[in-house]
């Protein structure tokens, strides 16, 4: 046996739509992350120098997700047969099994550069930035390896599941009351932009909330209908907190840049077609 063997997929049985629906929703979430290193590259180019940065930790976390997403359906085409006389897929318990436990050791990268986005963006003064980033990942990084911990109970020890998940969730709490600090600070800072901050905070509850619901998911049946959902949750959690956020925060710079009077990203929100783009939209 080649992976950590106690996550669901490997005890259930699937028809042959929800093995296929699984296998698409995890290639679907590493080509929308290849794909988007792209954009994130070439639109750190538009950035004013203090803002590139942005765009560029979000091409990495792309990077990074694709690479570990590519490795769950990898591991998903690997861990069933196809049982032509059952016509069902069959978890295979003597080779490749399925295992959600590199989603975790991903995130240990991703979570850290994602809220480090934060206070560069907010154009915040650089003491500001380390100290802020700092503490947001280390409540982060406690969040996901209690979360490992208690993931090892998803098939047969749900009071592992709940008591680890409730650790994990006091580390989520403080996280969120550390971005809320954050957000607070990046309103202050350009009172003229303060909406996207306020709108970002509860962009990032709603989203980063999917995750656990994910982790809790077990306990409501080893049937294939859980096992497809759980992976289709943490696919709509991985492109709305790394994909969508990223674009939304890369806007918000390309905004800022121009208010700032750097040209390349008043010109690429002129909308005139003079390129004078004096007018950059301030609301
Ligand atoms: C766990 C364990 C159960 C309790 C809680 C969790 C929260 C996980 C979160 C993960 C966010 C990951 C992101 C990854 C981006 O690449 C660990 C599932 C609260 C919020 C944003």
């Known amino acids: 046996m080649e992976d950590t063997y106690l996550n669901l997929p490997n005890f259930v049985p699937l028809s042959d739509a929800l093995w296929h629906l699984g296998s698409v929703g995890l290639m679907v979430s590493y080509g929308a992350c290849f794909a988007f290193i792209v954009y994130f590259l070439m639109t750190s180019l538009q950035l004013a120098p203090r803002y590139k940065l942005v765009a560029i930790l979000s091409a990495v976390v792309m990077a990074s997700a694709g690479l570990s997403l590519f490795r769950e359906w990898s591991m998903w085409n690997a861990s069933y047969a196809w049982d032509a006389a ?6 295979q318990s003597d080779g490749q099994t399925f295992s959600n436990i590199y989603r975790y050791g991903n995130w240990t990268i991703t979570v850290p550069l994602l809220l480090t986005q934060l206070p560069i963006a907010f154009g915040l003064a650089r003491g500001e930035i380390h100290k802020r980033a700092i503490r947001m990942s280390i409540a982060g990084v406690l969040m996901i390896w209690t979360g490992v911990v208690g993931q090892f109970g998803e098939v047969s020890d749900y009071g ?12 989520f709490i403080w996280l969120l009351f550390e971005v809320y600090m954050t957000i607070k600070a990046g309103k202050l800072a350009s009172p003229a932009r303060a909406k996207w901050p306020h709108n970002l905070f509860f ?3 709603l989203t980063w909330g999917l995750y656990p619901i994910a982790y809790a998911l077990p306990q409501l049946g080893q049937t294939g209908e859980v096992v497809v959902i759980q992976q289709y949750l943490f696919t709509a959690a991985d492109i709305t907190t790394k994909l969508i956020y990223g674009v939304i925060l890369s806007r918000y710079c390309l905004r800022r840049s121009a208010d700032e009077g750097y040209g390349p990203a008043m010109a690429a929100l002129d909308d005139t077609g003079t390129l004078s783009g004096a007018k950059a939209n301030l609301t």
């Open 86 to 91: 059952a016509m069902i897929w069959q978890p």
């Open 203 to 205: 962009y990032m509850l």
């Open 160 to 171: 592992l599941l709940n008591l680890w998940g409730f650790i994990s969730t006091a580390f």
